[in-house]
């Protein structure tokens, strides 16, 4: 769906990073520099970026 605002685990807040993670990458960035750029260091964070699924544009026409 969309990305969680805040981290499940520690309540930081990891939905800013979301775009900026998705584009640097995109550009061919290794995902583990773009994160410690992004200041998501903890591994709980870090998992709510890397395992999120963008799936609202397929969802949406349902709703």
Known sequence: MIIPVRCFTCGKVVASAWAPFVERTRNGEEPRKVLDDL????????????SHAELID??????
């Open 39 to 50: 200041g998501l260091t903890r591994y709980c964070c870090r998992r709510m970026i890397l």
């Open 58 to 63: 397929e969802v949406a026409p349902f709703g």
